[in-house]
């Protein structure tokens, strides 16, 4: 094997690499700076979507991409002109021990960046597939409104967000997606306040769904001077729903996901004054500031999505 290229193909390929990452963390600069001035600025309302957090993240991992892939290609140019154009011997003679283990932590860190890269566009994919289940929610969830109920999406309440809150005179609902851990998961049901996935006993917390609820039964109570009851739904989308032991939400498939308009408590109903102002409420809430890093994102579409640990 011929040795006399290694010095200079390591030598081009670091250069090459400095290149790529410098471009990476000055545009990683670049927002950081603008996030830190944007706390400065009178912040415009977001829009109430359906999924507008996986809009959100959408929006912040393809810019994470651009600035990937902008850096890969800064990489690979520069690696053609050097290895095509540059000059060879301004590097200090070395022993052929260090050029090795020099390469050998280049080809680290590149399929390092190369195994984030690929993480990423998966991450992606997912977020995609969980948009289209989040507009055909919305979709299904036209027959409330004609049935004379309100529908918000993705009200930020209590540290997270509630998917849907229907209003009308049977009440406050609260509609939830989620999806299974699996693929292979063909049941669920309900289990000591979680919910519980079939075959492999899957489990799956509903904390942050129930803090929600909490956190939104307590404001719409301040907001109309009385005792308000929210209903939560949650629907499951490709599972058998079995029936559950415990009292808990009420769990539907995309396909009945519907059904909870006949879920009645009389104790739920509401007066026209209370509708009124709870929509005013409603309406004053979906339009405060969204979460904005990748990071908070994933902790609300937390058992919709699983975040990969480098994107």
């Known amino acids: 094997m011929n040795w006399s290229l290694l010095p200079a193909l390591i030598a081009f390929t670091a250069v090459a690499l400095a290149i790529g990452m410098s471009y990476l963390l000055l545009s990683r600069l670049v927002d950081t700076t603008v996030r830190l001035l944007q706390r400065f600025r009178r912040s415009r309302p977001v829009s109430c979507r359906p999924g507008e957090v996986v809009h959100q ?38 022993s052929v021990g260090i050029y090795a283990a020099i390469g050998a932590v280049l080809l680290f860190m590149l399929g390092f960046s190369s195994i984030r890269m690929i993480q990423l566009v998966r991450y992606r994919m997912r977020l995609s597939r969980l948009l289209d289940t989040h507009i055909e929610v919305a979709q299904r969830l036209t027959e409330a409104q004609l049935r004379g109920n309100r529908v918000y999406h993705a009200v930020p309440i209590g540290g997270g967000i509630i998917d849907n809150v229907i ?34 006993a899957i489990r799956h917390d509903l904390h942050q769904y129930r803090k929600s609820i909490t956190a939104l039964t307590r ?14 739904v949650v629907i499951v989308p490709d599972c058998l729903i079995e029936e559950s032991q415990e009292e ?63 994107a």
């Open 57 to 94: 993240a959408l929006k912040i991992t393809g810019r994470r991409w651009d600035q990937y892939r902008t850096a890969a290609l800064l990489f690979c140019v520069s690696l053609t002109l050097l290895v095509g154009l540059g000059r060879h011997g301004w590097w200090p003679e070395q």
């Open 167 to 200: 209003v009308g005179s049977n009440g406050v609902y609260t509609v939830s997606l989620v999806t299974p851990p699996m693929q292979a998961c063909e049941s669920v049901s309900f289990l000591r306040r979680g919910l519980l996935f079939q075959p492999g």
């Open 219 to 232: 404001e719409l109570s301040e907001c109309v001077d009385g005792s308000v009851i929210v209903q939560p």
């Open 248 to 310: 808990g939400p009420l769990l539907v498939s995309m396909e009945s996901c519907m059904s909870f308009v006949g879920w009645k408590d009389k104790q739920a109903f509401l007066m026209e004054d209370d509708i009124l102002l709870i929509n005013d409420w409603l309406s004053r809430q979906v339009l405060e500031h969204q979460p904005r890093s990748l990071r908070q994102m994933a902790d609300c579409l937390h058992g919709q999505v699983d975040r990969p640990v480098l």
